[in-house]
């Protein structure tokens, strides 16, 4: 074979190398790609069941990598989701807190949740007709909210919530509060605090004409006893009228919350004809008008029916035993409700 023979084989040869080596890298950039985009849209393996994760504020890319995998987070190299992060141009724009990592999430989800900011919300609910110890209780127990308070008394709370000298009881708006981890129990009573304070405005400014109550303060006390005083709502503007109509004719209140209220812990859950002779601020039995403070927290539908009370020529109420109420006009009608639901149990 000539010289000029074996060189154009030899070129042959080396186009057919150079081409068969296009392909592979061709092959093995499309089998990259597809890997990247399985990786990208492919639900995650989890290691453990539901597990979040924290990202600190600062924390740089790698960081938030590692934290994955100590959360057990499986398939994809760390370039698989720097490339993700390229792509979709929010490596920079991660953002600090705690995210879930629910079975069936892809690293897309994840990474869009991370950018947006979409942290776990945990939840709180205040319950109607708490006393503020009761809450302090419930907060004390929540396992997520950041304990601050323990030791720290009633009045420096309220001072540290600006309302220095005001009774604690019943200053907290009754409701489910979102909060993100890292939120301390003062946070959360700051914030039902400011929503008392606010519904408060609101029901004052809405107030029916000719109440006597004279300002915000006594529809919170008001308030107050409306919700010890039923859990049926529909009953709520009808105990509201009866007491409204007793402070227009100068009657007293008359309504056993407030007695129990005012015996504190000597309350033993039996209430007796000496507690209702015991005189105490709290006392309606003994004292005229409303008490001095609150003695629960009332819900919003208690403060609405506070100032905007049922019509009607009821003075007297009883339990019927069920949860509901007997309403009378008249002190005999009255005595015969007691007789016939009270009495015969």
């Not at 068969?20 to 790609?33: E, G």
């Not at 949740?113 to 205040?126: E, K, L, P, S």
């Amino acid at each position: 074979m000539t010289p000029a023979l074996n060189r154009q084989r030899l070129r042959q040869i080396q186009w057919a190398l150079l081409l068969l080596a296009a392909v592979l890298a061709s092959l093995a950039v499309l089998q990259v790609w597809n890997e990247y985009r399985s990786f990208a849209d492919k639900p995650m393996r989890l290691a453990r069941a539901e597990p979040t994760i924290q990202i600190e504020r600062g924390e740089g890319f790698a960081k938030i990598l590692r934290r994955l995998r100590e959360a057990g987070v499986k398939p994809g190299y760390d370039w698989h989701w720097r490339a993700l992060a390229w792509e979709m141009d929010i490596a920079k724009r991660l953002k600090a807190g705690e995210y879930a990592l629910e079975r069936g999430i892809t690293p897309r989800e994840l990474l869009q949740r991370i950018a947006d900011g979409n942290v776990v919300q945990y939840r709180f609910t205040i319950i109607e007709g708490w006393s503020f110890r009761d809450l302090r209780r419930a907060l004390a127990r929540h396992p997520v909210l950041l304990q601050t308070l323990e030791g720290v008394s009633d009045a420096a709370i309220m001072r540290q919530l600006g309302a220095d000298g005001v009774p604690a009881e019943g200053r907290f708006l009754p409701e489910t509060y979102n909060f993100t981890r890292g939120t301390s129990d003062f946070d959360l009573l700051k914030r039902a605090h400011a929503s008392m304070a606010q519904a408060l405005a609101t029901v004052w400014a809405e107030r029916m004409p000719g109440l006597p109550l004279n300002s915000p303060e006594e529809v919170l006390v008001l308030a107050s006893i409306i919700e010890k005083e039923t859990g049926v709502a529909d009953e709520r503007p009808l105990i509201a009228g009866v007491f409204i109509r007793r402070l227009q004719r100068g009657m007293r209140l008359q309504t056993d919350p407030t007695v129990i209220y005012g015996l504190g812990e000597s309350y033993d859950g039996n209430l007796t004809r000496a507690h209702l002779e015991t005189d105490t601020p709290f006392n309606t039995y003994t004292r005229e008008g409303l008490p001095p403070a609150p003695i629960a927290l009332p819900g919003m539908a208690a403060l609405r029916a506070a100032v905007n009370p049922a019509a009607g020529d009821s003075l007297y109420f009883v339990s019927r035993g069920d949860g509901s109420h007997q309403f009378s006009a008249t002190l005999d009608e009255h005595n015969a409700a007691v007789r016939r639901y009270q009495l015969k149990r």
